[in-house]
């Protein structure tokens, strides 16, 4: 490139680069580095962290770059960026989900790459130029909406999680809230308002149910309540600021706020309006949970209230003295109002710090200050929504189900701290 700017110009005239001669190989090391929690471990320097022009690896090595930045200029600047060679966060994938991991994560927003995905028939390929999602059914005017007519209506931004209703797992003392409860995330989602778009088509008044189609070799179906479409769903296109992720539902999902993340449809392609549910596979063979009795309920849409103390879980070693528990909370039916905690295995609790601004139907973080004086005790968190419900313990949800799991199984989780800082999952 001829036209330099002058930034660029600075760094190359530095004496330095002089001594840096272009176009050889970077040397990979083993040095002592500092984690973010502040332990000290020994980590290989992957050869991105060392500069492009560094090349006369006999002068400086990377451990010589880590151990004093200063010396040589650092790496320019990219097209993309890409998260610190020190950290590593990442999803644990199955064949068919993968699941965030809540102890590495910081705040309520999930970064795009390590949104929890789960996916019925894999991810399709989509071009944006060739998508179509049409609108039919009980409505005085079908149409089809190319991407570019959906991004041309009236957008809106808001931030919500989504989580599955199958977000439970237990069975072993060692499992970190990832394995427990990692199908959760929480993103800033724009697109349009589903309302917008049933004006447009003209929903008859005697439609109160629509499917939802998605585009991928599952083609999965949900029937929705009507009353949704007109409260608050979105056709969102856009994720934390840029394109939907093909996980996700690229180049369009259905996101309905609160409700089981089953009922937003990605790779969104057909909706039709309709008087009555179409009883698809998802929800009546799948997506169904048993209560007292032995009878099922079925289309139980909304997330119940739940939390989680994501610090500090398995597998943190704990060091005595103060102790900042973390977590998050987030309810389907509105607000988090309140997050209760015990140090003492539930004899008695006290109100956590809610981080503000409180999201309707969003992840919610909360801290709450704890010494730990070394004794073995159990700590636990338990959610309030603005409906008053409170996130009953595994022993009163599992007998109102009669069941040990299911969809749409929050309970209170237990950590088991003992005496040697292991914090393992509680009973
Ligand atoms: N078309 C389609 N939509 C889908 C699915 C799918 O497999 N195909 N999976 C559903 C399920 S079970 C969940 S929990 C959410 C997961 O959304 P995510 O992968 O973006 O986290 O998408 C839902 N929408
Ligand atoms: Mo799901």
């Not at 599955?164 to 308002?193: A, D, H, Y």
Request: hydrophobic share 35%; charged share 25%.
């Amino acid at each position: 490139m001829k036209e330099e700017n002058s930034e660029n110009k600075l760094f190359t005239d530095r004496k330095i680069s002089r001594r840096l001669l272009l176009g050889g190989a970077a040397t990979a090391a083993v040095v002592l580095v500092q984690t973010s929690v502040g332990k000290m471990v020994q980590a290989a320097v992957p050869e991105s962290v060392v500069p492009p022009l560094l090349t006369d690896s006999t002068s400086l090595t990377a451990a010589d770059l880590i151990a004093d930045p200063t010396r040589i200029p650092g790496r320019g600047p990219s097209v993309s960026g890409m998260p610190s060679s020190f950290e590593n966060p990442q999803r644990i994938p199955s064949l068919t989900s993968s699941r965030t991991p809540l102890q590495d994560l910081y705040g309520t927003i999930t970064p795009s790459a390590l949104h929890f995905e789960r996916h019925h028939g894999g991810i399709p390929v989509i071009d944006p130029q060739k998508y179509e999602l049409v609108i039919h059914g009980m409505v005085d005017k079908p149409l089809v909406f190319s991407l570019a007519d959906l991004k041309r209506f009236p957008s809106v931004t808001r931030t919500c999680f989504i989580e599955c209703s199958g977000n439970f797992r237990s069975g072993k003392e060692e499992m970190s809230p990832q394995e427990i409860c990692g199908l959760t995330s929480q993103s800033e989602w724009t697109g349009v308002m589903l309302s917008t778009l049933f004006r447009e088509v003209g929903v008859r008044e005697k439609a109160s149910w629509f499917l939802a189609e998605g585009g991928d070799a599952a083609v999965m179906t949900r029937s929705i309540p009507v009353s949704k479409g007109w409260d608050d769903a979105m056709i969102a296109y856009a994720q934390n600021g840029e394109a939907v992720r093909p996980e996700q539902g690229y180049p369009a999902r259905l996101l309905l706020p609160g409700w089981e993340g089953n009922t937003s449809v990605k790779w969104l392609r057909r909706i039709e309006l309709s008087d009555q549910p179409y009883m698809t596979r998802e929800e009546t063979s799948k997506y169904t949970e048993t209560v007292k009795g032995g009878k099922i309920r079925q289309f139980s849409f909304v997330m119940d209230a739940r939390s989680i103390i994501t610090f500090p879980s398995f597998p943190v070693q704990l060091e005595r003295g103060y102790v900042e528990i973390r977590g998050i909370a987030w309810t389907g039916r509105g607000k988090i109002v309140k997050v209760e905690i015990s140090v003492d295995a539930g004899r008695s609790w006290a109100p956590a710090e809610l981080q503000g601004p409180v999201l309707d139907k969003a992840h919610t973080a909360f801290r709450y200050l704890w010494k730990w004086e070394g004794r073995e005790t159990e700590i636990m968190s338990r959610a309030v929504d603005e409906t008053g419900y409170v996130q009953p313990s595994y022993q009163e949800l599992s007998a109102a189900r009669e069941s040990k799991g299911g969809y749409h199984f929050n309970p209170i989780t237990k950590w088991r701290v003992e005496r040697s800082g292991k914090v393992l999952l509680g009973a």
